[in-house]
């Protein structure tokens, strides 16, 4: 039975609904099970912005506090991971990478490989990305593309509670590590999610609207930002389809494509910085498999190639809002 519940609680409920399932997973992060036992709190304070509040009271065992430490839990996980575990990683901000990077991309994303398909590795990195907190350049990056480039690594980005609760139990489930791309902006978004557990298959695209001239290829929180340019379009006449990759690694190519070979006319919206990125990805892909289809150029819609600004009204600017994706979807409407 569905209800409507947060982003928030939906990513909760599945680490909870996993966790009674299955005794080999745990949840280690900074402030996990911090807190626990100050004045007047009972319970731990559930990671920076509360979003595994209320499992430490449940799995007092598998709660784990952290060290400010990213290179040694990250490692710590992994490790876990390979000795049987499956371990579910808070790295705070995406931004933190950089500190454990190695760890994620020269071992995690390695072993299946370098030990001929033997080595299981099923760790899940859970981390927050985007702009809009008002967090500065250092804890606001959309940074999904580095870790797609990454062969080995499965790359998540649920843009809906519905898809978040589903995207992560498959994550938990899944014998390869995954890093799992929370939008911080996304954590009060309600929708209707089922109580009951349920896996949402990776590589399979969302098409959350459908429309016969123009295609808008994305993810995240640019769902909801397209979705509301779409609104405005269809006013005028214009009928787009919207995709939601889902999972930037496995990538659903083939709804994307088939989607293009409908319309003719493609925008693809991305919050992160322009170059190598996923919309430059798709905008390749596309001129590579389906340029015959295309009757306009491919538009790109994504931030500058600069640091995510403080100032409210610059952080605004940049990122891609529904104005600028109604701008490049009448472009190539009207182009002949």
Same mark, same amino acid.
């Given at each position: 039975?569905? *209800?409507?519940?947060?982003?928030?609680? $939906?990513? /909760?409920?599945?680490?909870?609904?996993?966790?009674?399932?299955?005794?080999?997973?745990?949840?280690?992060?900074?402030? /996990?099970?911090?807190?626990?036992?100050?004045?007047?709190?009972?319970?731990?304070?559930?990671?920076?912005?509360?979003?595994?509040?209320?499992?430490?009271?449940?799995?007092?065992?598998?709660?784990?506090?952290?060290?400010?430490?990213?290179?040694?839990?990250?490692?710590?996980?992994?490790?876990? @991971?390979?000795?049987?575990?499956?371990?579910? $990683?808070?790295?705070?901000?995406?931004?933190?990478?950089?500190?454990?990077?190695?760890?994620?991309? /020269?071992?995690?994303?390695?072993?299946?490989?370098?030990?001929?398909?033997? @080595?299981?590795?099923?760790?899940?990195? *859970?981390?927050?990305?985007? $702009?809009?907190?008002?967090?500065?350049?250092?804890?606001?990056?959309?940074?999904?593309?580095?870790?797609?480039?990454?062969?080995?690594?499965?790359?998540?980005?649920?843009?809906?509670?519905?898809? $978040?609760?589903?995207?992560?139990?498959?994550?938990?489930?899944?014998?390869?590590?995954?890093?799992?791309?929370?939008?911080?902006?996304?954590?009060?978004?309600?929708?209707?999610?089922?109580?009951?557990?349920? @896996?949402?298959?990776?590589?399979?695209?969302?098409?959350?609207?459908?429309?016969?001239?123009?295609?808008?290829?994305?993810?995240?929180?640019?769902?909801?930002?397209? /979705?509301?340019?779409?609104?405005?379009?269809?006013?005028?006449?214009i009928q787009c389809e919207v995709i939601d990759l889902r999972t930037t690694s496995p990538l659903d190519e083939d709804t994307v494509l088939e989607s293009v070979a409908k319309t003719g006319r493609v925008v693809v919206v991305d919050e992160s910085n322009p170059r190598?990125?996923?919309?430059?990805?798709?905008?390749?892909?596309?001129a590579m498999k389906a340029f015959g289809d295309l009757k306009a150029p491919i538009e790109m819609v994504t931030a500058p190639h600069t640091?995510?600004?403080?100032?409210?009204?610059?952080?605004?600017?940049?990122?891609?809002?529904?104005?600028?994706? *109604?701008?490049?979807?009448?472009?190539?409407? *009207?182009?002949?």
């Amino acid at each position: 039975m569905a *209800r409507e519940i947060s982003y928030q609680q $939906a990513i /909760n409920e599945a680490l909870r609904q996993e966790m009674e399932r299955d005794p080999s997973v745990l949840v280690m992060g900074e402030d /996990n099970a911090g807190g626990e036992g100050s004045p007047g709190e009972r319970d731990a304070w559930g990671g920076v912005l509360g979003v595994t509040k209320g499992l430490y009271p449940k799995f007092p065992d598998r709660v784990l506090d952290t060290p400010i430490s990213e290179s040694g839990f990250i490692g710590a996980a992994i490790g876990a @991971a390979a000795a049987g575990m499956r371990p579910v $990683a808070e790295l705070m901000f995406v931004d933190f990478m950089g500190v454990c990077f190695d760890q994620i991309f /020269n071992q995690a994303a390695k072993f299946k490989y370098m030990f001929g398909g033997k @080595a299981q590795t099923p760790v899940v990195i *859970r981390t927050m990305v985007g $702009a809009g907190l008002r967090a500065a350049g250092q804890h606001s990056q959309m940074l999904v593309n580095v870790f797609t480039h990454i062969p080995g690594l499965k790359v998540v980005c649920p843009a809906t509670p519905y898809d $978040a609760k589903g995207l992560l139990i498959q994550s938990i489930r899944d014998n390869d590590p995954v890093i799992f791309c929370e939008h911080k902006l996304l954590y009060g978004l309600k929708g209707d999610v089922p109580e009951e557990s349920y @896996a949402i298959p990776f590589g399979e695209a969302n098409v959350v609207r459908e429309g016969k001239d123009v295609t808008i290829v994305t993810f995240g929180r640019m769902v909801h930002l397209s /979705n509301e340019a779409t609104a405005e379009l269809a006013k005028a006449g214009i009928q787009c389809e919207v995709i939601d990759l889902r999972t930037t690694s496995p990538l659903d190519e083939d709804t994307v494509l088939e989607s293009v070979a409908k319309t003719g006319r493609v925008v693809v919206v991305d919050e992160s910085n322009p170059r190598c990125s996923i919309a430059s990805d798709i905008s390749s892909l596309i001129a590579m498999k389906a340029f015959g289809d295309l009757k306009a150029p491919i538009e790109m819609v994504t931030a500058p190639h600069t640091p995510v600004p403080f100032a409210d009204s610059l952080e605004d600017l940049y990122i891609p809002g529904p104005a600028k994706i *109604r701008g490049a979807v009448e472009r190539v409407a *009207r182009y002949h």
